[in-house]
Nanobody
Framework: QVQLVESGGGLVQAGGSLRLSCAAS????????RGWFRQAPGKEREFVAA????????YYADSVKGRFTISRDNAKNTVYLQLNSLIPEDTAVYYC???????????????WGQGTQVTVSS
């Protein structure tokens, strides 16, 4: 069985930081693109960040560029999202995903985690 499990969410004041983790099990994702999506209350799920299999190529939504950083540790089969300078608009459930390529990640990821809640207070 393949699973992606997010952790690290919580409640933080505006301007604060959080570090999200997504650990995979059941298979290695070393050759997979990985990324993060989020869904805020009353909104559609949106792309946040992605990283190529080697970690050399990263992509960010304009809304988080300069504030969030995606990284991965293939030895641990884990992808991370560092959230800095948080604002209330960042409040959402954050989901990690994996796919064979960046293209398929952004369109139809093969695997999804269950999500972790991030709440940013004013």
């Amino acid at each position: 069985q393949v699973q992606l499990v997010e952790s690290g969410g919580g409640l933080v004041q505006a301007g604060g930081s959080l570090r999200l983790s997504c650990a995979a099990s059941g298979r290695t994702f070393a050759s997979y693109a990985r990324g993060w999506f989020r869904q805020a209350p009353g909104k559609e799920r949106e792309f946040v960040a992605a990283i190529g299999w080697s970690g050399g190529n990263t992509y960010y939504a304009d809304s988080v560029k300069g504030r969030f950083t995606i990284s991965r540790d293939n030895a641990k089969n884990t992808v991370y999202l560092q959230l800095n300078s948080l604002i209330p608009e960042d409040t959402a459930v954050y989901y990690c995903a994996a796919a064979p390529s960046i293209v398929t990640l952004t369109s139809s990821p093969a695997y999804w985690g269950q999500g972790t809640q991030v709440t940013v207070s004013s």
